[in-house]
């Protein structure tokens, strides 16, 4: 697993080093980024020696040849993109102050902070700073921002501290922060063993050569299913109509534009599943006749339509003994109502319920917010970027597999039965 270890400019830039090494005593592949100032306090050949990778030390290479120091290396906002994508956790250690203020910020004026907004991977922080710095309201502020979007903070010690003062500030023990990378990591690999079939995107069927019958959905719940998934140490393989999505890596991706298209890959891949995942908007009817020609403008066209077949009832009929099968359901009004009404009629384990006529989530957007209906839960996952939503699903879906606990009274079933 790659681990990408930031290292912001303060005297304990240095104990980053003894981070790196600890890490790699577990096996993980360790790359190093490192800001500007942290570049006055360590030379990058220190980390460049002990991990075996080029430091990346800026987002811009100014004559276009290399970074300067040895074993330095610029990159270009590609790169970040890249490093975002494939690293499985990034800890800042130690985060200085303004580091932390631009994360909260979204500044992205250096490859580190352009790397914090890129990434989707969990993102753990140990800052180090003067004890009044971290005491300040400022820093408080952005902490907390931080801290509820997900970001894992090890808290400095307190201690005499480089600056002459004592009080709060000093670099956490090396150990508490290779702790947290390690229960972040092993919390992501809780897929490993499951093969995960994704649909994804919306089906098309083709009226003429150059028309066809779609619909809004853009893929990106889907794609964000499959990225978090493969993450967490599933095999998955993506069954995508057609989206202006990049596929996540390491997912085996399986291109269809119709419904039927759509049918025969995940019925040909299903005795190779542990669980099914139709997030895929799928087209429920089809043109009965498809011109061969492109239809020519001439007064009132009246279109023959008839069904498509009902995947997820398909695979519900054929599904193995141990198999989850979940499906999606995007409603405009009484969400819960057909919500329900959908759970019971094609009887998959669980539907992500997703009301798209709220401002903001659903079709298109970033954010989403969905509810995880099973027979007898109604789970509300509030709104949150796609890709977060995703490992909240997940939980809720790995929750599925571990033997049922008799309910809560806050756990009223939905069902009435
Ligand atoms: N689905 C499918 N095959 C279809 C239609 C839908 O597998 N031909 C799946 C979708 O991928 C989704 C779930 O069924 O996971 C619900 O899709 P939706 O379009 O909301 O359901 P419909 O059966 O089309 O119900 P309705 O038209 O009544 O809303």
Redesign the pocket.
């Known amino acids: 697993m790659k681990v990408t270890v930031g290292v912001c400019g303060g005297i304990a830039a240095y104990k980053a080093a003894e981070l790196v090494r600890a890490l790699e005593k577990h096996a993980l592949d360790v790359h190093v980024v490192m800001t500007e100032a942290a570049q006055q306090f360590v030379q990058p050949l220190t980390f460049a020696a002990l991990t075996g990778h080029k430091v990346i030390t800026g987002l811009w290479d100014a004559d276009g040849s290399g970074a300067g120091e040895p074993g330095a290396e610029a990159a270009s906002s590609i790169e970040h993109m890249d490093a975002a994508q494939t690293t499985d956790a990034l800890v800042v250690a130690p985060a200085t102050a303004n580091t932390l203020a631009k994360f909260a910020h979204g500044i992205a004026d250096d490859f580190l902070s352009a790397l914090y907004l890129a990434t989707t991977a969990p993102v753990i922080v140990a800052p180090a700073m003067n004890v009044n710095m971290w005491e300040h309201a400022a820093t408080r502020a952005n902490l907390e921002t931080l801290a509820g979007r997900n970001v894992r903070i090890v808290s400095p010690e307190s201690g005499y501290l480089a600056c002459g003062m004592t009080g709060a500030g000093r670099l956490a023990e090396t150990e508490a922060i290779v702790d947290a990378v390690l229960s972040v990591l092993q919390h992501r690999n809780d897929l490993a063993g499951e093969t995960m079939l994704v ?1 994804a995107g919306g089906t098309r069927e083709a009226l003429d050569p150059v028309r066809f019958l779609g619909n809004r959905s853009s893929g990106k719940m889907g794609y964000a299913m499959a990225e978090a998934a493969q993450r967490r140490g599933a095999r998955v393989i993506l069954v995508t109509a057609p989206t202006a999505l990049r596929p996540p890596a390491n997912v085996e991706v399986v291109p269809v534009v119709t ?1 039927e298209e759509m049918r025969q890959a995940v019925m040909n891949r299903l005795d190779q599943t542990t669980i099914v995942i ?1 997030a ?3 087209a ?1 009817y089809r043109p009965r006749v498809q011109a061969d020609q492109k239809l020519r403008r001439s007064g009132p066209l009246t279109l023959e339509l008839e069904p ?5 009832a398909e695979v519900v009929a054929q599904r193995r003994a141990g198999m989850l099968v979940i ?4 409603e405009t009004q009484d969400a819960l109502a057909h919500g329900r009404d ?1 759970l019971l009629r ?1 009887g998959a384990d669980a539907i992500v319920l997703n009301d798209v006529s709220r401002e903001g989530v659903g079709f298109d957007a970033d954010r989403n917010a969905v509810t995880f209906l099973t027979r007898d839960r109604a789970m509300e996952l509030p709104e949150m970027r796609k890709r977060e939503l995703a490992d909240h699903i997940l939980d809720e879906i790995l929750a599925l597999r571990r033997p049922r606990k008799v309910l809560a009274e806050s756990d009223a079933p939905v069902s009435g039965d």
């Open positions: 649909t419904t139709k895929a908007a799928v429920d498509t077949q009902d995947i997820l499906g999606f359901a995007a959908k094609k």
